[in-house]
């Protein structure tokens, strides 16, 4: 039976072939891209397939860029969709549309599954994911974790195994630091093996900021790198080609001392921010016990420069990064660098407090139910994605929050301007608000721009009664909860004095 | 026999009258100032004594001040400095100077211990101290704390048993949340007492920033302020004298629900200090595990505007605000608002790291030196203050570490350039640099930026052999390393790669 895998935002489906060989493409692609340097990347994820269009798009040369990834059910699709025509990204960004259009007028972007392409590579970009598994108890607090790097020393071997003896290898996964260190031996073992000398190859790390959403491009093109180079050669090189594809007039690159920094300059940029909403949410329970609107209090103290990066909570933590780089950093800690057992305790936690979040966003819900049951409720929630005004909801908060509510069988309708069909659930999502006649409970989930000042919701719901109104990510201004308060209840995490 | 209580700065010693009258003074002083509404500032410690002044020089007011403490052989100097001529603060601020002076000459500042004073006040400002009882392993871990609100709420019932009716009270020190209730609750028992009407009386909460050092007086009269009051009219009385001492056009200020608000907005700005600090203590032990220079990675991450307050950690966490203002959030979480048992574990757990930091700092020290022994060697510390700039020694963490020091029978010499006295300790302190010659060991304690950059000490230390150079608080380059590490050793703390 042939294996099929279906590109979730066009529903089309690909066969992926029997036969792994794309030689005749690849030698094509390259005679037809005479003279311009290959750029290789590894991984077409959502940082991979955008920077092989970035890097299609250069600044400042004109690459060949070569995507890519595994002939696997779950990634295949991405590779023939490239070359078919589809972006395996959408975007609320009009310039990744634009820069893959004009990648494929230009000719200089192809994607494919077979190592024969290696060979011909200048440049290889690391964009594989590499994940961490986590163990929870019932109520999400962490109670494990491990860091499998097989999948990641693979990729590092596909590489030394297929790759010119200068090639520069920039890694841009977010790994546990002394990960490139682990890379550069693999590649000198599979080096020695094929009669190559190490001292020409150059290996750098340079972690990406990527951010899905309306700057896509722009998080990657204007935006501030940091790199290290495992020697002052690999260094060179690195920012050389960071030269080409950033605007570094602008943007200034930082070198560090040694790829160990820039792994950990990566992980530590997302603990700090995953603990300092950690440590907010212990203060979220306090507000709303003194009866204090813990919203105005946190716009106050923001006043202050040195206090600008203080975080709010809300209903907690999603994306891919910040629910996991500090448990690669802990883990590194002990595994890597350390001394065998003492990981980082206090990242640790800030991962477990936020992986709670959502269940006590739950159980706050059930606490004005006390009495009544919540069982059979028509619920609709607004947002299903974990950030607002992108479409991305990879390890969002709201699914658990969701579940919870399917548990005791609420009837759940679900709203998002940005996702149409909730992949990690197979749901789809209404993109039309409705005007919430029938709704017990109404649930502002992701704090999209569309729900903040929206005369339409205000107007729909104070027109409705007995409502249960309830903000979880504080979208709803003083005045919007005055109105609706008239006619409807409104309950806001973080706040006591409503 | 008679009780003495010494002014420190001056070596003045003032005899504490035994009859404790000070009515005549008073009402001359009230007689001079006819027409002039009084301000009352209760507690002449590191903010009332300067709030006092500030008051005196009021932006848009003609005030006559009254700063009132303790006869006790503790503060009673204060009151008699003022009056005397000598402020009872030093400051490296030239405003401080200025302001006093100015309001001795215009003859509206007047220093008592006599609550006599208390029925001619206008407004009462509130800003005696309220400390934190810790209790700590011998490591420093924190095994325990408390807090006694009795000097608190006693201040407060000595304005309700002598104020006006019609008084403004405004509370500025760093209280538990809802001390500010509590407070009104006093007010209102002693006002029916005395058969009047607690519906005159205004009471707010506003707290101060203030900054000893360079921006003393700027940190009051030119910075952002939070204020509630008990009720509306309270409010509106607190923005109205806010205006008159701070350039509110510049600053606006920020009026918030409720007084537990205002009250949780100051223990919360530093908590978000003390914890991103704490936080940064596993990350530094990292540093030094991986061979990464922190303090470059920190560097780097700065640049990134939603991380500009990512903090470095050091040799330790001083001052009167930090260490224990986390305790008095969660000691209200646990006693005044919260149900009773669960406070603030991880504002805790970030006062007890810091506590065990100067610890570390020693350990560190102590592990260069594996095999051989620190007892006895001539030790050089570079500041004794607990921040650059300031000569500020409360709470210092050169404390912990200088006695660790002095416990295995080291010779030490102290510098600060801003401390010729080190009033916990009882020691003095040189201002004169010297050569380091005959030294062991050389720390930089505090980073005071006449320790950066500085050529001669550099010079004086490379002239030198064998000597350990220990950098606690990252104020030496990476040009200076290299040039110190050729005839020395140089460690630097959250720094594994020298």
Redesign the interface.
């Known amino acids: 039976m042939k294996k099929v895998s279906k590109n979730p935002l066009t529903n089309k489906d690909y066969i992926i072939p029997e036969l792994l060989d794309d030689k005749k493409n690849i030698n094509n692609f390259i005679s037809k891209n005479q003279g311009k340097p290959i750029v290789l990347v590894q991984g077409l994820g959502f940082v991979g397939s955008v920077m092989s269009i970035v890097c299609a798009n250069a600044l400042n040369e004109e690459y060949a860029v070569i995507g890519t990834d595994l002939p696997s059910v779950s990634s295949y699709w991405k590779i023939a969709s490239i070359n078919d025509g589809f972006f395996p990204v959408t975007s609320s960004d009009p310039k990744v549309e634009e820069y893959y259009l004009n990648a494929k007028k230009k000719g200089n972007f192809y994607a494919t599954y077979d190592t024969f392409s290696y060979q011909f590579a200048d440049i290889v970009i690391v964009d594989i994911n590499l994940d961490v598994q986590k163990e929870s108890t019932l109520d999400y607090e962490l109670s494990g974790f491990d860091v499998d790097l097989n999948g990641f020393k693979s990729a590092i071997r596909d590489i030394g195994r297929n790759c010119k003896e200068d090639v520069l290898i920039l890694i841009e996964t977010t790994v546990p630091?002394?990960a490139t260190k682990t890379a550069s031996k693999i590649i000198k073992d599979e080096y020695l093996k094929r009669g190559l000398s190490f001292d020409k190859v150059s290996i750098g790390h340079s972690y990406e900021?990527v951010m899905p959403g309306p700057n896509y491009i722009d998080s990657i093109q204007n935006f501030?790198r940091?790199y290290s180079g495992i020697n002052k050669e690999s260094a060179k090189n690195v920012e050389s080609f960071l030269r080409t594809i950033i605007k570094t007039d602008e943007y200034p690159l930082?070198k560090?001392?040694?790829t160990?920094?820039t792994e950990?300059?990566k992980v530590?940029?997302n603990?700090?921010?995953a603990?300092?909403i950690?440590?907010m949410v212990?203060?979220s329970?306090?507000?709303e016990?003194?009866?204090?609107?813990l919203y105005?209090?946190v716009?106050?103290?923001r006043?202050?420069?040195?206090?600008?990066?203080?975080m709010l909570p809300g209903i907690g933590v999603g994306g891919y990064c910040l629910t996991k780089d500090p448990l690669l950093?802990s883990w590194?800690?002990q595994n890597?660098?350390?001394?065998g057992y003492?990981g980082?305790?206090?990242?640790e936690?800030a991962v477990s407090?936020n992986d709670q979040m959502p269940m006590y966003a739950f159980s706050f819900l059930q606490s004005f139910f006390r009495g009544e049951s919540l069982i059979g409720k028509k619920v609709q929630l607004l947002g299903v994605s974990y950030l607002s005004g992108v479409g991305d909801t990879r390890y969002s908060p709201v699914e658990i929050f969701y579940k919870n509510l399917i548990n005791i069988k609420c009837n759940v309708s679900l709203h998002d301007p940005y996702v149409s069909y909730w992949e990690e659930l197979g749901l789809t999502v209404s993109q039309d608000l409705g005007d919430f006649d029938g709704m017990d409970i109404v649930v502002f989930t992701t704090g999209h721009s569309e729900y903040a000042n929206n005369k339409i919701i205000i107007n729909n719901l104070s027109n409705l009664q007995n409502i249960l109104i309830y903000d979880t990510i504080g979208v709803l201004s003083n005045e919007e909860i005055e109105i609706l308060s008239k006619t409807n209840t409104v309950k806001v995490l973080g706040r006591g004095?409503i």
């Open positions: 630091p002394g900021r501030y940091v930082t560090l001392g040694n160990n920094a950990m300059s530590l940029e603990s700090y921010r603990m300092n950690s440590f212990e203060w329970r306090f507000a016990e003194a009866g204090v609107n105005e209090v716009d106050a103290i006043m202050r420069p040195t206090h600008k990066n203080i950093a590194s800690k890597i660098n350390g001394d003492q980082l305790p206090m990242s936690q407090t004095d």
